[in-house]
């Protein structure tokens, strides 16, 4: 069993000692840190980030309400579980000002230890459901955000060849031209249907689909943010979030780079930035 860390904060040291005292011999994996104030305790907290904080209500220089309302506006203590002790503020209304301040659980003076145990054990188990569940959440989005390039890239790759095979065709044409008509107009025919399927709006739906899996509110964002945003807007908005370069939108887009960097200049222009280093860096922060 991992050592977890229990940081007990408490303007009495006896307090203190019977507490530590208890909880170690209840559990050697306990490792028990104090603070002598809630200001202490929150400082102590944000350099050691212990699995869990028992804090005394009524303190001097900052009291545990305080204490625990200030842990839990700092994203790097916010999901330590704390649980309020105190001896006087025992009421419903008390125990409601606790849980709204962030306490998890709330256990009165003098300490029941069976009881505070048995309260330690469930918060912890909790909190360790609670971040198994956040690390399986960031494994999905990484696996989506793979799978979101992979067909980003696939389309890219496809529209590439195909404007190749474009290419290719348009030369042959102009050849065959002086040949025989016939031919050239098969070649026609061949090279519109390879246009057709360029960049066709299938590829942006799939593409959008998956995109939305792991940006949900993206779009919702830009729409809100800029009402003039066209389709043609959100696609550069979606490619640019992703990192990709100018030559790559454009593939996707079946524009040229200098068609993109026009896109971009316009894009900039609605959204009121200067660079396109501002722009990408915008995209970039929407989440």
Same mark, same amino acid.
């Given at each position: ?131 198994? #569940? ?5 494994? &999905? =989005?990484?696996? !989506?955000?793979? @799978? *979101?390039?992979?067909?980003?890239? +696939? ?65 919702? #964002? ?5 009402? &003039? =945003?066209?389709? !043609?807007?959100? @696609? *550069?908005?979606?490619?640019?979030? +992703? ?45």
């Amino acid at each position: 069993m991992d050592e977890k860390t229990i940081l007990i904060v408490d303007d009495q040291r006896e307090i203190i000692r019977m507490i530590a005292s208890e909880l170690k011999a209840r559990n050697g994996h306990y490792r028990v840190i104090n603070a002598s104030n809630g200001e202490i305790g929150v400082k102590v907290a944000e350099e050691e980030l212990p699995d869990m904080i028992i804090m005394d209500w009524d303190m001097p220089v900052m009291n545990g309400i305080e204490a625990t309302r200030t842990l839990k506006n700092n994203e790097a203590t916010h999901d330590i579980p704390v649980i309020m002790a105190t001896g006087q503020m025992t009421s419903s209304e008390d125990l409601k000002i606790a849980l709204e301040a962030g306490a998890v659980d709330y256990i009165r003076k003098p300490v029941d230890f069976v009881e505070l145990t048995a309260r330690i054990n469930t918060a912890i188990r909790i909190k360790e459901q609670h971040e198994a #569940i956040q690390e399986l959440l960031k494994n &999905e =989005i990484e696996l !989506k955000n793979r @799978k *979101l390039s992979t067909t980003s890239m +696939l389309i890219v790759e496809k529209n590439g060849l195909l404007q190749d095979f474009h290419n290719d065709i348009e030369q042959l044409e102009k050849i065959a031209s002086s040949d025989n008509g016939n031919v050239s107009k098969e070649l026609t025919t061949l090279r519109k249907r390879i246009h057709n399927h360029i960049d066709i709006d299938s590829s942006w739906e799939t593409f959008k689909l998956h995109f939305d899996e792991v940006h949900p509110h993206f779009f919702s #964002i830009l729409h809100k943010r800029y009402g &003039e =945003i066209s389709h !043609k807007d959100l @696609k *550069l908005c979606a490619y640019l979030k +992703l990192g990709m370069d100018n030559k790559q939108i454009a593939r996707l887009l079946n524009i040229s780079p200098s068609s993109t960097r026009t896109a971009l200049t316009r894009l900039k222009k609605k959204m009121g930035l200067s660079e396109e280093d501002h722009l990408r860096n915008l995209i970039m922060e929407i989440s």
